[in-house]
Nanobody, 123 residues
């Protein structure tokens, strides 16, 4: 498994922006598809976004609920993945988890998880 460390969560008003990041301090994840999931109180963890490894084109995938507002990107030189979140909505309040070795599809899943970053969107 890959150790992942998130940062950059916080409190923001509706319509605002945040950019959490995820670093892998102990190994390169340049060959791994990376992604973000989130879990709101009382809900199951859900897929948010994913990005394939750079040499395959860095293709991105998004949940319908965040398309056009969120952007996932990666900087393999820094072993870091970012999630730019714009036009945030109160229903976006959740713990956001970075994930490695993400498999997208009808039931997205991942092999490694970070500790989570709290994002709270006030109305």
């Amino acid at each position: 498994q890959v150790q992942l460390v998130e940062s950059g969560g916080g409190l923001v008003q509706a319509g605002g922006s945040l950019r959490p990041s995820c670093a892998a301090p102990r190994r390169s994840f340049s060959d791994d598809p990376m992604g973000w999931f989130r879990q709101a109180p009382g809900n199951e963890r859900e897929f948010v976004a994913a990005i394939t490894f750079t040499w395959s084109g860095g293709k991105t995938y998004y949940a319908d609920s965040v398309k056009g507002r969120f952007t996932i990107s990666r900087d393999d030189a820094k072993n870091t993945v970012y999630l730019q979140m714009n036009s945030l909505k109160p229903e976006g309040t959740a713990v956001y988890y970075c994930a490695a070795k993400v498999v997208v599809g009808p039931n997205p899943k991942a092999d490694s998880w970070g500790q989570g970053a709290q994002v709270t969107v006030s109305s």
